[in-house]
């Protein structure tokens, strides 16, 4: 793994997570932007909201490119807000457009786990089946393994810090991003 960058902080800033389903990126998300008194967005609710669709839907009705269009265009619109936490979807960062976006405009978080924990998480979240489709037509385990494996690079080239989620309670996990932050202010 690669060092952490130390990302530039700004009064006015945006923070991303990103990560695989099930790593706490909505979770952690709401709890840290109570902690910091920012705004909380996550991208697949935006998503939703505005399609009137589940996720499962989106994909069963036109396919997983015109949900990654539809991601792209509510990730870009992100632009001018401030002072927010957005969880992104696991896969938001396949696209190196989308890399390049969310490391120019604010600090970006990997929320990482092992695949162990992702899918004890999977098969315990009720909205795994509406918000989380399958992504290939393997089973879980496999599907799961690959896409770490896949994405893994892209995690952390784009992340300025990494988090392991599976060791830590989301509070905990809370805590430890704002110290980091607040060592980089310093």
Same mark, same amino acid.
């Given at each position: ?6 990302? /530039?902080?700004?009064? $006015? ?26 705004? =909380?967005?996550?991208? &697949? ?55 390049? =976006? ?9 929320? $990482? ?7 004890? %998480?999977?098969?315990?979240? &009720?909205?795994?089946? $509406? ?14 393994? /690959? ?8 995690? /952390? ?6 988090? &392991? ?12 991003? $704002? %110290?980091?932050?607040?060592?980089? %202010?310093?």
């Amino acid at each position: 793994m690669k060092p952490e960058l130390k990302p /530039e902080l700004k009064p $006015d800033m945006k923070i991303f997570l990103t990560g695989y389903r099930c790593t706490g990126k909505t979770t952690i998300g709401k709890l840290l932007a109570d902690q910091l008194e920012f705004d =909380f967005m996550d991208t &697949d609710r935006v998503i939703e909201q505005q399609t009137g669709s589940s996720i499962l839907k989106i994909v069963q009705t036109h396919g997983w490119e015109k949900f990654r269009q539809i991601e792209k265009k509510t990730l870009l619109k992100t632009k001018n807000i401030k002072n927010t936490v957005v969880a992104t979807g696991g896969g938001i960062i396949m696209d190196t457009e989308n890399r390049e =976006f969310i490391k120019a405009n604010g600090v970006c978080i990997w929320l $990482d786990a092992d695949i162990k924990t992702i899918l004890l %998480r999977l098969n315990r979240d &009720d909205k795994t089946r $509406d918000s989380r489709p399958a992504l290939t037509t393997d089973d879980l385990l496999k599907e799961t393994d /690959e896409l770490i494996r896949q994405r893994k690079p892209f995690y /952390e080239n784009t992340a300025h810090l990494r988090i &392991d989620t599976s060791v830590h309670s989301p509070d905990e996990i809370v805590n430890i991003i $704002d %110290r980091r932050l607040k060592n980089v %202010r310093q």
